[in-house]
């Protein structure tokens, strides 16, 4: 029996502006451990929901193809990541997409150059993965986008090179058959993404941003995982938070912060955020439960149905 009802297409388009229309089109990211924790995921996520599968070092490739089939054969359009630091060579990453393409029908990639200060082998960054052309076929490529930062890559703590390489990869866009679009880090404060959209419209970037949120957790929860992957100036959301003894044990919930997106997507055409991109730090069943409470039905915005999922 399903755990939450979600209304089915056909069904009404959300109004332009509301929290509804926001998470219309929402993508769900899941890990080995914690999907096999999921019994069903057609009793948390609605029809065509893109369910993205993260690479954390270590995990071996069998477990994130066996999740990849699992996830595929419940009917879901899956996106594993294909991290570039912890790909050995051309071979290895070769054999995983042969692996997935094979077992798992995967047609989607999430790319990006991972978290090791140290490179496995011969990549350093998405664009590497690109260029060995075994991408190609795919239907829709990802990449990752970092709205607060990412001094990771531009160290001196401006965002020169990331600029540069979003223009590389618009430019690859541009030439390529695959739909591309951003993927970005868990933000927590819609002025900053709302300027760094602004900022890459500035720059001739057109791809589509899905945006990063956090789902409802814990505040220990979210303040811990922030850090470790190093959010930026919306931290201070959560710090502020921590101060209001009010507020300190009850859940975070990103209801405000992609309320003033929604908003600002209202009054904003061409605004560059299509989409939201769940990361369910407080649990994946609690992260459904939010969002179908808040009018989040679709899995798949209108703008995509008669186009790769």
């Avoid at 929901?49 to 879901?76: L, S």
């Avoid at 997507?265 to 605004?271: I, N, S």
């Amino acid at each position: 029996m399903a755990l939450f009802n979600f209304r089915r297409d056909p069904h009404p388009a959300p109004a332009s502006g509301t929290l509804d229309a926001m998470l219309d089109g929402f993508s769900m990211e899941v890990m080995p451990r914690t999907a096999e924790k999921v019994d069903s995921f057609r009793d948390l996520l609605p029809a065509g929901t893109r369910v993205y599968i993260a690479h954390i070092e270590g995990t071996p490739i069998e477990d994130m193809v066996a999740t990849a089939r699992r996830v595929a054969d419940e009917g879901f359009p899956v996106m594993p990541h294909f991290p570039a630091r912890i790909i050995r060579d051309k071979a290895m990453l070769a054999d995983w997409i042969a692996r997935y393409r094979g077992e798992a029908g995967v047609a989607q990639a999430l790319l990006l150059a991972g978290g090791l200060a140290t490179p496995a082998g011969d990549f350093d960054n998405s664009m590497q993965l690109m260029e060995t052309g075994l991408f190609d076929g795919f239907e829709r490529l990802h990449v990752a986008g970092h709205p607060e930062g990412n001094r990771d890559i531009d160290t001196d703590g401006s965002d020169r090179m990331v600029m540069a390489a979003l223009r590389w990869k618009q430019a690859f866009a541009d030439r390529s058959d695959a739909s591309m679009a951003i993927a970005t880090q868990f933000c927590f404060e819609a002025d900053p993404v709302i300027a760094w959209a602004d900022r890459l419209a500035a720059e001739g970037i057109r791809l589509p941003v899905h945006i990063g949120v956090a789902g409802p957790a814990k505040l220990q929860t979210l303040i811990k995982f922030a850090i470790a992957c190093g959010v930026g100036p919306s931290l201070r959301v959560l710090q502020k938070r921590a101060m209001d003894v009010t507020k300190l044990l009850l859940p975070y919930e990103p209801t405000d912060f992609l309320t003033a997106l929604a908003t600002h997507k209202a009054k904003t055409p061409g605004f560059g955020i299509e989409s939201v991109h769940f990361f369910p730090l407080g649990g994946i069943k609690t992260n459904a439960a939010w969002i179908t409470e808040n009018g989040g039905a679709s899995g798949v915005p209108a703008s995509h149905a008669q186009g790769p999922v």
